[in-house]
């Protein structure tokens, strides 16, 4: 290739070079297609580089920075899909959340209202989880309330909350 003068001094190769030089964050396909576009550009105009681009460094950044590289985001024919897996989540996460709220809120329950508060069984069948004022059936749980309903209510929650997180920025 000819050393071209360019308008700030550079010579082609030596403005080309240090344009390829400030594109070494991307990935070198994407960096020699890059640089192909832009000598076929200059072939085809006659144009110096720094003519046409300005200054090297500066031109690359624009490439660098450009979120519609390849890779950096989706497609958006597949932004639709997004959109619609968040909708989707939003009642599963109102779901999650309010089971683990209520698991939690029952500790405080048991802690307060022992003889009101538990999982009751009459006759081989649940009869009440929870609280119930006029408990029918025997509380069969006991103690093991608290560490079953923080074992399975913490997790619920924090699921719960995840999820909210996902939705919100996906």
Not at 58 to 81: H, S
Not at 91 to 111: D, H, K, N, Q, S
Request: aromatic share 8%; with cysteine.
């Amino acid at each position: 290739m000819s050393k071209l003068p360019s308008s700030k001094g550079l010579a082609v190769d030596d403005w080309m070079s240090t344009f390829e030089g400030s594109l070494s964050s991307l990935p070198a396909s994407e960096r020699s297609d890059i640089v192909a576009e832009l000598r076929l550009h200059l072939a085809e105009t006659g144009e110096t580089p720094a003519t046409a681009f300005g200054e090297p460094m500066q031109y690359a950044e624009r490439f660098v920075a450009d979120p519609r590289r390849v890779g950096a985001t989706p497609e958006p024919r597949w932004v639709w899909l997004r959109w619609v897996a968040r909708i989707a989540a939003l009642p599963m996460a109102i779901v999650l959340e309010l089971i683990g709220l209520m698991l939690l809120m029952t500790i405080g329950f048991e802690l307060l209202q022992p003889e009101d508060t538990g999982l009751f069984v009459q006759d081989g069948t649940v009869t009440a989880f929870g609280i119930d004022t006029e408990p029918s059936g025997t509380e069969v749980l006991g103690a093991w309330l608290i560490p079953a309903c923080l074992l399975i209510g913490g997790p619920l929650s924090y699921a719960g909350l995840r999820l909210f997180d996902w939705i919100r920025n996906p």
